[in-house]
């Protein structure tokens, strides 16, 4: 039997009972994320604010919030932000991970400009996140937003030893309802078309964990050269340069790009999934210091 509670009290068992809310890390397209301090041990955390009322008119919204939780809440690897806590009220979720204290990606190329692709500290940032998306993967779960902003940093300086962290798993292995819905709802929510693979940009239903390493290959290119591979100034320009693979491949010749590194990001941004890059393939090119080679790509 639940015994009604004074609301005051129940609100201490809450999260303002066990941290103290800090500054603004960063925000996305459904969340606040900020720094927190723990009142026991004074030890810094972050935690995702979402605030309920936003989404009122998207029931889905919710169970989409509990669902990042509970996928968050199993994972464990060093490619991927760990789990802390989780409170939820009437109004707000509030979910506490690890303090990741470099920023993100999509940050630290803005503010320290592209690298090269012979870069140690590039080709290990590359292959942690694969590592991160492999992990993932082999427990089933695709994704689905990987960008630049959803990669976390421990350093917020291109240091020889870096370590990148997956985060934001809101739209990870999300509801299927038809491709329609499926494909509004990913264009509602993504702040940005740009990282979206082809086949969901089709709104296909039956799109496979492959998106993952297209966007992948979007997020390389962003490291590579500071701006993502399908740009324009409306959706249907960006949608159509996607669906039809339309990379300006000729803008890689201004900036530090290897032919391995090409070769990879060729292998990646595949339209047809049956030539995409798999997982092992991406992790064992021959820029990654890897050995197999793709088969090679008809232009
Ligand atoms: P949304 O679902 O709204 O996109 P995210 O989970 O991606 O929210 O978080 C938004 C931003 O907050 C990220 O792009 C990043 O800059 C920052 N951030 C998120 N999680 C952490 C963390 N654990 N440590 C440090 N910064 C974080
Ligand atoms: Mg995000």
Redesign the pocket.
Known sequence: VRLARPAGKEALKGFDSKYTLAEV???????T?HRAVSRSTGQSV?V?VIRKKRFAALPQASVLFRREVEILRQLEHPSV?EYVDYFEDQSTIWLV?????G??L??LVSEQGPFTSDDTWTRIIVKQILEGVQYLHSLGITHRDLKP??I?LRDDYAHEEPTAKI??F?LAKAISPTAATQATFLQTFCGTLSYLAPEVVAGSSSYTPAVDLWSVGCVVWVILTGTPPFMGTTHAEVSDKILNGRIAWGDLDGYHVGDDAIAFLKGLLRVDVKERMTLSEALNHPWLGGTVTHPPIKD
């Open positions: 890390l960063g925000k996305g397209s459904f969340a994320v972050a995702k932000v991970m690890e303090l990741v204290p920023g993100d999509g940050e902003e959803n976390l985060t934001d809101g």
